[in-house]
């Protein structure tokens, strides 16, 4: 019975002899992934799967922990190189940080094609009446109904439940005042649906001048 230090090993086959079909396929493979800069190694490839299966933008501790990664740095390194990947392929997908997660999106120069194979259109649709009472509690959150409602001059409250039911803004706590009023606030979703990394991402707002 041979040991393993006297087992044939592939590289002492004899110069002229066809190897065997499993040292044949890995060899072409590994040729390449050498040859071709813009490769996926296995790494890399889990990490774009996580991202493309997501429904919703993933933080990089929970995409370490889907491609099997050794910690969140790791998958920010493997990000970048994806985001380089993508750049350098010209594709139409790009890695996008949003809602304090990563998230595979389409550029946005083809988003007129995309809308047209859609039911329904994927952006935000509100009134405008609701769009300025969602900036009013993202601008000013957290923030209680008469709040808004002074600042805007009118009722707010059926907009407010609105907004809620779809998911833009919550209830994030009670005001200390007489009655303890809720307070608003928004959530992950408004950030995802506005492409907004954080609340600090919010564009810079002056309030206007009296004249």
């Not at 393993?4 to 040729?31: H, K, M, Q, W």
């Not at 919703?56 to 390194?77: G, Q, Y």
Request: proline content about 6%; aromatic content about 6%; glycine content about 6%.
């Amino acid at each position: 019975m041979r040991g393993p230090a006297t087992r044939r090993r592939s590289d002492r086959f004899p110069p002229n002899s066809r190897l065997p079909l499993v040292y044949r396929i890995l060899g072409e493979r590994s040729e390449n992934v050498a040859s071709d800069p813009n490769a996926r190694d296995t790494r890399l490839a889990r990490v774009e799967a996580a991202l493309l299966l997501a429904g919703e933008p993933l933080s990089a501790r929970k995409i370490a922990v889907a491609a099997s990664l050794a910690d969140a740095a790791e998958a920010r390194r493997l990000l970048a190189r994806l985001r380089e990947l993508y750049d350098a392929d010209a594709t139409a997908f790009q890695v996008e940080e949003i809602a304090g997660g990563y998230q595979l999106l389409t550029r946005p120069s083809y988003q007129p094609w995309l809308v047209r194979t859609q039911r329904t259109a994927s952006e935000v649709r509100l009134t405008p009446a609701a769009l300025e009472t969602l900036a009013v509690v993202a601008y000013k959150q957290p923030i209680t109904r008469a709040d808004v409602e002074a600042i805007r001059g009118v009722t707010c409250g059926d907009i407010l439940t609105n907004l809620m039911e779809r998911g833009f803004s919550k209830i994030v706590g009670r005001h200390e005042s007489l009655g303890r009023p809720v307070l608003y606030g928004t959530t992950k979703k408004f950030l995802q649906a506005f492409g907004l990394g954080s609340l600090r991402d919010l564009p810079d707002y002056q309030p206007a001048r009296e004249k």
